[in-house]
């Protein structure tokens, strides 16, 4: 199961909607004969792959899989069958899928036709490594990481708004990976404004993941770098309020629009799900990111500390108003991971 | 050497004005026969403890010693002339001793009545251990930590004020013996107002650390925990601009005063050198510990970081106004240590 779970990391970054599944085969006498992963949205579940490469040797053999196998037509043909077909004796699995088209109905499949199955291995691994995918299914909107860089004294920018570049270049290379397993990068129109910035991974990632600015008025510059849709996709995220001459701006530029209901981070999130993403990256400003805080669209925080000072009251700072009544309300985040970055500090820390 | 330097350890936080040494005697066969430190200024020095422990034993053996034996008549006889009574052939020592009243001499005395001399072995630990009294004698000023306690986004209090706690009971343990580290710890008058602090390492040591407050008008609260002198000595420097009315209010609580001529850092880090501090500890609000950064009295930061965030523009941070014309001339601070503390961090930085 470990180097099942090692084959699924393979496909991060390219598998949503779906999650990260990875898959070995090992022969009636438990050599190992066959593995494969899901690489990218609508090609081959890691199952079919692995039991491709063994062939015959399947026969009465185990198959180790990091998720239950599914027992629905979706672009591809129920694995259950094929699993089956190949005349494997045992599944061990990690978790049941989640999906409502399968929720326990590939093992039921599986035990029905004469397969001993064990559930359950590994699950912890398991549901770490999925838990965007775990997350959307769950709440119906995208597992959002809030990503930001300040100096050790707490600021993102100095008082005369300079913030180019606080981290550096082992930093600047860690977000530009970090990007190449997200679906979506999202800022607000105060940063295109101010910044211009890619957002891309710099090539890390075939697809680049797609960029997105929530703007609720569309404020935004005539010319940014993100209007040229070349190197990646973009979409501008806005209220029903933004006036139609902005609008016709971007649809002119042949840059992707949604108008929202509502303009807000819980919205733009349940979209983004809607639209496949399992996981995006919140690269934004203050105000933009204590809202998706406040709304809960923030499962993970990446914060980069620069062994720097800034000072200055006027200075910018990671966060804007998050209206806690006091410091009891302040909740501790989970820790889970501290390195360094070049003399930099990244610390990850979960919601708990 | 190494063993030389665990014992000059023993005497942290109770040497100054003087610096920690530690030795070790080896008799001529090269079997440890003494050891000894220098416990507190007055008392008697690392060398002559080892000697006395190893008695006769000396004769013909090696004294390893973590600073030159000094050549001068201070509370304590030079020690030099002990070693050459105690018959030792070789003397090992780390470094010289940068007081120019000794500066080479104990060993050129050493030498001259024909004992071996080795010196500068792990002079770099050496002078590590000792850098708050090095740099003491280089520049006639206290050398300064400044430390303080911060949310995840760089906050050091909510809005409304509150500040206590964002830290967890490891990390205030931790600042309680770093107290029992150093000289005196200073607040500004600020602090004294809305915290009403204690400022003592909770009898860590039994000599409690001076508690100083850095006031320029003497405006302070009538009471307040620091008048009370019985736990600890409390010291407030004030400007020429104090008014007699608030002086003689702190006369008659006997709370001892010191009059600068400039109420500003530097000032009070000279006035703390003469009084003999080697290393005094900022625990200020963000002006102060601005002012002091400005006027290069903070040699090391201890910076602590609890996983929570705090939010608010109108938060408290940790530094006020570093007037830094660009992002270029914020500096790097060299890093030193980075340990957990319960759930919280403590990242430890010094200026290179």
């Avoid at 949503?16 to 690489?39: C, F, K, R």
């Avoid at 934004?284 to 620069?306: D, F, K, S, T």
Wanted: proline share 7%; with cysteine; glycine share 10%.
């Amino acid at each position: 199961m470990r180097r099942a779970l090692q084959l699924a990391e393979l496909g991060r970054g390219r598998t949503s909607p779906n999650p990260m599944v990875g898959a070995v085969v090992l022969d009636a006498t438990a050599q190992l004969v066959g593995e494969g992963y899901h690489a990218r949205a609508g090609e081959a579940h890691a199952e079919v792959g692995a039991l491709a490469m063994a062939g015959e040797r399947a026969r009465g053999g185990t198959l180790v899989v990091t998720l239950e196998p599914c027992c629905h037509h979706g672009r591809t043909p129920p694995c259950s069958e094929a699993v089956i077909a190949a005349g494997v004796s045992r599944v061990v699995v990690a978790m049941a899928d989640p999906n409502p088209q399968v929720a326990g109905g590939g093992l039921a499949r599986l035990r029905a036709a004469g397969v001993e199955v064990l559930a359950g291995v590994a699950e912890t691994e398991a549901r770490s490594l999925n838990a965007p995918f775990l997350h959307r299914l769950a709440t119906g909107r995208a597992h959002g990481i809030l990503k930001w860089a300040m100096s050790l004294d707490g600021r993102t920018a100095l008082p005369n708004g300079d913030s180019q570049w606080i981290s550096g270049p082992p930093a600047r290379d860690w977000v530009h990976r970090l990007r190449a397993q997200v679906d979506a990068v999202i800022v607000g129109g105060g940063t295109v404004r101010s910044d211009d910035p890619l957002l891309t991974s710099r090539g890390r990632r075939h697809t680049e993941p797609m960029r997105v600015v929530l703007s609720r008025q569309l404020v935004l510059p005539p010319k940014a770098r993100l209007w040229d849709t070349t190197p990646a996709q973009t979409l501008v995220a806005h209220g029903p309020e933004a006036p139609a001459a902005a609008r016709h701006h971007l649809d002119a530029l042949g840059v992707e629009r949604l108008c929202l209901t509502r303009c807000e981070p819980l919205a733009l999130m349940e979209a983004l799900a809607q639209r496949g993403c399992n996981q995006v990256l919140w690269e934004c400003g203050p105000e933009l990111a204590a809202a998706a805080l406040r709304q809960q669209c923030v499962q993970r925080i990446a914060a980069v500390i620069a062994p720097k000072l800034l000072g200055g009251t006027a200075a910018r700072t990671a966060l804007g108003a998050l209206e806690l009544p006091s410091l009891a309300a302040a909740h501790p985040w989970h820790d889970v991971a501290l390195q360094r970055l070049g003399s930099d500090l990244l610390w990850i820390l979960d919601q708990r």
